[in-house]
């Protein structure tokens, strides 16, 4: 009995002196696999914070969903955009939703210019509040706050002066006649068409914009959408939050861009849902980083290779 006590004792105390000396292998093995795992899993937490950052703040892809811009972008063209050029902003909705979010914008580098080619959070068309799904939009500027917009037979004229068409524009075919308005133009009611346009001033906060009976469709929506509740009440007077305008002026509140298409006849841009709110501006277009034709599938991957357009990757945007 003794005996086995001892060799027992003694095979337990050669085992503590070997997990001592060695104490990495003392185990099955399995915190070395977790420790693996724990390694990857902390890598890829890291990427995925180190890229969201990114995102969020210095520069984002996007797609060209659509021809309004050719030819300066085609349908295809994948874009680099900087957020910080403007003032970058917090996420603006909760990701994957249509749920927006309250938000904060750091400092920029510079305010919008006219000719910059712009991606913004589309506002909404002309008689809706705010559009229902939160989506990015690309035109390019043409008007600042203050600026008086005027387009005869295509040709557009701002503050007096013609507005050189951009190098690839696509501004073809014969302009609509004068005495043509198209119901769908902003503001709503205003007799114009989309190649004979204006003159409008661009608003800038604390303008002073006349509304009256008359004219109090045309501004409904403005005023609304700038946080307001307007009526026109039942002895024919406008009041903006229960107060009657006074001299019939409503003060603007923020400041706005006139934003259009550089295909002009196909283009659905401030001529037809307003002006863009200023604080609406996510970034500026910086360069094509990628080209091809979308209408090819993915699993013709071969002839969607053979689309690529290698003369647009790594065009600068102007």
């Known amino acids: ?3 086995e006590k001892k060799d027992s004792t003694g095979t337990n105390t050669l085992d503590n002196l070997k997990k001592k000396i060695n104490p990495e292998k003392s185990g099955s093995g399995k915190d070395k696999k977790k420790s693996k795992i724990r390694e990857y899993a902390d890598a890829l937490i890291y ?3 180190v890229a969201f950052l990114i995102k969020v703040f210095l520069f984002e892809a996007y797609r060209i969903p659509t021809g309004s811009m050719e030819n300066t972008l085609l349908v295809g063209d994948f874009l680099l955009v900087t957020k910080f050029t403007y003032g970058a902003t917090t996420p603006r909705n909760i990701p994957f939703t249509n ?3 309250p ?3 750091l400092p920029g580098f510079k305010d919008p210019e006219r000719g910059d080619v712009i991606v913004f959070d589309f506002p909404g068309n002309r008689d809706e509040l705010e559009s229902e799904e939160v989506i990015n939009y690309i035109k390019r500027c043409v008007g600042l706050p203050g600026d008086t917009i005027y387009i005869t037979q295509k040709t557009l004229h701002v503050n007096g002066k013609i507005f050189p068409n951009p190098p690839y524009a696509n501004i073809i075919g ?3 006649p004068e005495n043509m308005p198209n119901p769908r133009i902003f503001p709503k009611n205003s007799k114009w068409n989309e190649d004979n346009y204006g003159p409008i001033r661009v608003p800038k906060a604390g303008d002073k914009i006349i509304i009256t009976p008359e004219n109090f469709t045309s501004w409904e929506y403005f005023v609304m959408k700038e946080g307001n509740k307007i009526e026109l009440t ?3 007077r406008v009041t903006v939050n ?3 305008l006074p001299n019939n002026e409503y003060t603007v509140q923020r400041d706005y861009l006139f934003m259009m298409g550089d295909n002009r006849g196909n283009s659905l841009d401030s001529r037809f849902w307003g002006f863009m709110p200023v604080e609406n501006v996510v970034g500026e277009a910086l360069a094509i980083y990628w080209s091809w034709d979308p209408a090819i599938p993915f699993y013709d991957i071969f002839r969607l290779i053979g689309s690529v357009r ?3 990757v790594g065009k600068l945007i102007n």
């Open 174 to 176: 014969n302009p609509l």
């Open 310 to 312: 290698w003369d647009r």
């Open 99 to 101: 749920i927006r979010i």
């Open 47 to 49: 990427a995925a914070i």
């Open 1 to 3: 009995m003794s005996k």
């Open 234 to 236: 039942s002895d024919n």
């Open 242 to 244: 229960g107060e009657p």
């Open 103 to 105: 938000y904060f914008k």
